[in-house]
């Protein structure tokens, strides 16, 4: 080694000479990311760890995406394990209420009619698969991608890596973009398809729920997912353990760090490396404008199915239904309920519908995993 | 293909809302059945909530002499 | 796949057709011990994770507790590892206090009589296999129940998943079951085993023990077990290490850490990992009757060695030793110390012997660690 | 195999009790030796509480200053 | 197994037994280290857990540091593929501002002078073994023998277990030792090396540092590292996200988190297990003496390159530089600074050179990665 | 190996100033094109500093109704 050599070395392993376009743009799309997260606040708890790991991923030589650098590494122990997505999923179960679910259970059908939008979105992407030249999604990408509907990132990651993890990085991103943008996605739907007087119907005040029935609730559910739909127990395991932690009063210690430091440092590291599969060959294709597109449709979907249902049921039920609420069945927890209340005062400014609206909320939880677990089976 | 999809969104939606209408009568079933169990068993429920907002060694008249010694972890 | 097609295929994979009845039972166990731990306060820390992970590895279909099941995975990292119960003692070390076992240093010898439980235990054990048909325990298995006797849950499920993996789970759930019972199990003994005289013997005062003895005493431990049995020294390791950094006071961010956090995060991945080896195969047998029976004689036998070790200490000690604190030998830190308190209140309500107990019960922990040690020295 | 246990048990409560002999001795011995060691290098046990209370970054006076830029870490 | 044949074993498995005199010295310099963290306040945080780990790895037959036990896991999971260094320096991102740095850009060229200790060091290792018979440094080992000149442990542990893993253990010793002597090897040469003039500048009040420029800034360090030296990039991009999570002001629970128990917990076991690497054979050599002495004078020289170009950019300067400042540049944050400040008012006791000392501080940080890049560039 | 030794130092110490230097014109760049984007898009300093001091999930008028229903993180 002389100095021209080594400057030679040098300069051909600078990122200069190394940077492939493609590699350009992804970290362009990375900082886009940032930006959204940090100036527009779009789910920034998610976004910065996925857009700075999408950056990381694509800075030449450095290779910390690969099997040898430390992304890719920490993606092998955390996300193809499926640990990472489930560990998310305790904290959540250690951080949600079931309460307004279990004082008021016929509303959890809307969580439900809010996964058409899983189902309607998966027929999108096989009918664009079909009539788009270049665009070929196979049936389990098209699961995955439907899944964004779901509005749940550990469900949608959690399945995605399962049945198509080269479509991972796409449908992370998709995910959380799209929850980010609730906000504006939401309303327009819901005010078109209900009349004046139902958005101002005022819901009567949800019972009081006892202790101990929240601490009953998850281990009725883990039991019926066991019996129904095992392939799902994974997910609706986490949830539920997270939950009786916190629920049964007796391990504060266990439910706080579940609900703290175990749920930040794995949102760290899930974010990086799921942000970490945004390689330009895999992210930059005509496909993935597809998925953003079907992405978009399975939220209005969604929506739509929630609304739509909530009419039905204000029809049928004794006790009236206000059906905004029904948007909030997408999940997408607590956003979409706090949307609903904000509609639902637009229209009559005494009318708070926030509790309301978590029933749906939370069992638009349940309803993505349950979904999640079907095509799991079906597919996997 | 977009009839497998028909499929499985017939499947998939059919499954969700068995599976909520299963749960919806059990949470149902099991807020009737809290008034008997209450009855039966009352529910501690103030003594809980104070309970987790104490540490869990506090809850001896004792303890304020050893509170150096004590750990709330069992081995 | 058509309809009919699809609607087999998720009815062949319910949980209702593929339930064992074996998994229906373990289910249920796991029910129990989230009843005991939640209702009757039996360990919840570790009970409640125990259980749920024994719920979560006994459903059908999903394999959670199989090789590339989550809980499987963690299990191969943590507990095959050795890992886990040894950051527990890290967290253990850095929140226990051994200042009252300096202060009177003799009392420690009541911590080693107690382990009379574990080798007491251990040929209960080995007779049972001689003498109960169908009940076939290696001298591995034995020491491996007969650990349940050193009341210690991270030795227990240390040295268990070295000798007899298979034996895992109920062992460590004899182990925190009777950890629990504690309050129940001890005090009739002690009361057979001691005069009304000896019950009301009042201790001279704790001196005061120095922060730089404190120091040195996790340190002159470690160096004692290096030279002497070395097979001990990852217990005792991990417990002097943790124990040092809470008494240097000069890592507070360490220790701190070390004694919430880290120990909290570990105790919900061991629990739910130790729980799912909670198998119908390997727990619903007739020598998992035999184990609980073994492990209750194992706190009677380690509880009555201390007593009676007490009452012949106070025979030939200058400064009178009330031998109900000999109970607090089998460790179970802090419950049988303040058990120990409790019942001396009773006979001489001025008799505050707490922490007179607390040294047998901190040297109840080293105990432990040795006679894990020796059997791991002899039968690895 | 009753006969092995026996000699487990045997070797295993000598060997408990060698070690906790040994550790007594040790700390008797520690608690003589701790009287002239503090003569030589006095205990500087009240600075160690109150360090231990303050943030290590907090033992200088110019601190204040520079609050947001240090960190107790030096990495 | 008879008891004599019990008993010849445990004989036989005892420390006294197989103690070597290595292990011995290796003992006794683990709790050299544990005493100069403890008593004398060397970086307690990093050389609790390495001399007590260093301890652990000497006790005969438990062999924690093998590929089998705990130590060696862990090592082999956190510091061979490079994740644990990184983390911290995630950690270290999120706990250190910029903002002197940026107010006066200029001082961070001081930060570069500094890492002429890292190159004059890697010479004199070479030296060494070219004249000194027995010690053999290959160029891998010098250049990580250098990078203790950096100052950084986290950079010198990543480098090291790249090029030089059987160095580990002696070079991060000497990394954390030295960089507690701080405040004893860097003024005698400040004070040599300046004029009594010179030691009084008053410098001038650093201006406002807008939020806006605080979160651009690790963005354009990031691209900057991306473009140059992506061999950087790791730690680079590690460093810029932890800062990132703190200046977004958007995800305070993620850069909390990554500031307190992620670091803690990293920490811990970071520490352990380079101690660990500290074997008789690898550390009781020679050579080791030789990094000892290289390592000090790797300070020397990058404390003197600091303040000789603090001099020279003073004469050029249009406001007043005060060359003391440039000491701070071979980072030892915020140790080295402080020994400005401390230095500083000695001659004039109203100069608080603090804030002007954290910018070359900083930039010691992002030179000592840059440092490391290039030779992982020129010699992985 | 010494003359290797001294390639390494110049071109270490070399690319390390090229850094340096293109990060303070980076910096002194930055700090011009701020004024700049200010005036374009004005900097919510304050506001993100109340921000990070509140939980997130405060800051909307509702949600004393709902503290314990909602968590800050959208799943
Ligand atoms: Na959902
Ligand atoms: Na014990
Ligand atoms: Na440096």
Redesign the pocket.
């Known amino acids: 080694m002389n100095l021209s050599n080594a400057v030679t070395n040098l300069l051909n392993s600078t990122g200069i000479v190394n940077l492939q376009i493609g590699q350009a743009i992804m970290i362009c799309v990375g900082l886009v990311l940032l930006f959204l997260a940090i100036k527009k606040d779009f789910e920034p708890l998610l976004l910065i760890p996925i857009g700075f790991g999408g950056i990381l991923a694509n800075i030449p030589v450095a290779e910390m995406a690969g099997p040898q650098g430390f992304l890719g590494q920490i993606y092998n122990v955390g996300i193809n394990s499926g640990v990472f997505p489930l560990i998310i999923f305790i904290g959540v179960g250690a951080m949600t209420d079931f309460g307004p679910l279990i004082a008021n259970p016929k509303t959890s059908l809307l969580?439900g009619a809010?996964?058409l939008g899983i189902f309607g979105t998966l027929m999108g992407a096989l009918a664009l698969s079909q009539y788009v030249p270049g665009v070929n999604f196979s049936i389990k990408d098209a699961a995955s991608i439907g899944i964004i509907g779901?509005?749940?990132g550990p469900t949608a990651i959690f399945l995605s890596s399962r049945l198509s993890p080269h479509l991972l990085g796409a449908i992370a991103v998709a995910a959380y973009s799209y929850m980010a943008l609730v906000p504006i996605i939401q309303p327009p739907i819901m005010r078109l398809l209900t009349t004046e007087k139902e958005k101002r119907i005022q819901m009567v005040q949800l019972r009081h729920v006892s202790k101990r029935e929240k601490i009953f609730f998850p281990l009725l559910v883990l039991l019926l997912c066991a019996l129904l739909l095992p392939d799902a127990a994974p997910l609706m395991g986490a949830l539920c353990f997270g939950n009786l932690l916190k629920e049964s009063g007796v391990v504060e210690r266990l439910s706080k760090t579940a609900a703290n430091e175990l749920i930040n440092i794995t949102t760290i590291f899930l974010g990086l490396t799921v942000g970490s599969k945004l390689s330009a060959d895999k992210f930059l294709r005509g496909e993935t404008l597809g998925i953003l597109l079907l992405g978009l449709i399975a939220f209005c979907v969604g929506t739509a199915g929630g609304v739509l249902l909530g009419k039905l049921m204000n029809k049928f039920s004794k006790t009236p239904i206000n059906p905004l609420i029904g948007a909030a069945g997408?999940?997408a927890v607590p956003m979409s309920a706090r949307v609903v209340n904000k509609v639902g005062r637009e229209y009559n400014p005494d009318n708070y519908l926030l509790m309301h609206a978590m029933g749906p909320n939370v069992s638009?939880?349940i309803?993505?995993a349950v979904a999640a677990g079907v095509l799991l089976a079906l597919l996997k | 293909m977009l009839f497998q999809g028909l499929i499985l969104m017939v499947a998939g939606m059919g499954v969700v809302f068995v599976f909520l209408v299963i749960m919806i009568l059990m949470m149902n079933l099991l807020a009737v059945l809290m008034k008997p169990l209450a009855r039966i068993i009352p529910e501690p429920e103030e003594k809980k909530v104070v309970k987790a907002k104490k540490a869990p060694i506090e809850d001896h008249e004792d303890i304020a002499v050893a509170i150096a010694a004590v750990n709330s972890f069992s081995k």
Chains 1, 3, 5 share one sequence.
């Open positions: 969580g809010a996964q779901g509005a749940d997408v999940s638009g939880v309803g993505s």
